[in-house]
């Protein structure tokens, strides 16, 4: 199934890749607020040398290979963005959605729809939203939720500040941590390979057994640390995003100093050890951290609950500083 997916998708893709080029050069020559968005199925994500499971995903291009999180979006508080959502998956009909972002969608006349619909097969979406608010936010395909989720439809949206002075240290450097959990069960190929159905029923989904814990769609042991030792009094700005479904608890050493930029401040708490960041499923924070009062040993521990039977699924530790 995933290979015959697979061929299907580069058929389709080789047909209209001259109307892709057009579109992303459209896009790239009129306007720094109009992005290009491809929804696919035929993602791959290595766990480890031995295992290779498929994932679904967002990309800015035809040639590029699906990450977990996926596309990013960047823009100023203040501006408004245009999306070009293009469906290329196999699967059911998908689209985009925030939380805290209201994103309009638009017809192909360019008139705003009173009742948003999901993008079917190799048909486009067109979306648009102001940036409002300065901050980190989560997007996702809300079908079928929490497959698409968890399958890996999902990215972040970084809203700048208008002013880049209301940040009392500037940070030299800003990480990107957005973690979620998987459940390899969900990305079998009878799982992911689900035929297209244009009423989008839903898929009926196993329980939800996570065995692997990423970052950035790394494992957590591959994650080398907020900064180098050698530069430790430079400043962070730390980016969380919780992509899974499981509560995310992050505990920091007392030496790391914090302050909350954007996000709910009850997620952050200081206690006699350090601080503690609870992040819900789908929230974010921003976190301005300073190393330099830390030693060079500590670790920021990193732990995964289950939100029902608040019990700890999963624990890994992080170096504060990496040796690279």
Request: hydrophobic share 35%.
């Amino acid at each position: 199934m995933f290979n015959n997916n697979l061929d299907l998708e580069m058929k389709n893709c080789n047909k209209i890749m001259c109307v892709s080029s057009f579109l992303l050069f459209s896009t790239l020559l009129f306007s720094q607020n109009e992005r290009l968005i491809i929804g696919r199925t035929t993602g791959k994500l290595v766990l480890k040398s031995n295992l290779e499971i498929r994932t679904f995903g967002f990309t800015d291009a035809l040639s590029e290979q699906v990450t977990l999180p996926g596309s990013y979006i960047s823009t100023k508080e203040g501006d408004s963005l245009n999306i070009d959502f293009w469906n290329i998956s196999q699967g059911n009909p998908v689209s985009l959605y925030c939380k805290e972002i209201d994103f309009l969608q638009r017809d192909k006349k360019n008139e705003i729809m009173k009742q948003k619909e999901p993008v079917h097969h190799m048909e486009h979406g067109f979306y648009s939203f102001q940036s409002n608010k300065a901050g980190t936010y989560l997007y996702y395909s809300p079908e079928n939720y929490p497959f698409n989720l968890q399958a890996g439809m999902f990215g972040v949206i970084v809203i700048r500040p208008k002013e880049t002075d209301s940040l009392s240290v500037k940070p030299l450097t800003e990480i990107l941590w957005c973690s979620n959990e998987i459940d390899t069960k969900w990305h079998t190929d009878d799982m992911m390979g689900t035929e297209y159905d244009e009423s989008n029923k839903p898929i009926i989904l196993p329980d939800y057994k996570p065995n692997y814990f990423l970052i950035n769609g790394k494992t957590i042991a591959k994650i080398k640390g907020l900064q180098s030792a050698a530069h430790k009094k430079e400043t962070v700005l730390l980016r969380l995003a919780n992509a899974g479904l499981y509560l995310h608890e992050i505990q920091f050493p007392a030496k790391i100093r914090l302050q909350l930029i954007s996000g709910n401040n009850k997620a952050l708490k200081e206690f006699s050890k350090g601080y503690k960041v609870q992040l819900q499923p789908g929230e974010c924070l921003e976190l301005l951290t300073s190393l330099e009062n830390t030693d060079e040993k500590e670790q920021i521990i990193y732990q995964f609950i289950n939100p029902v039977s608040k019990k700890r699924c999963y624990k890994a530790t992080i170096p504060v500083f990496n040796t690279i």
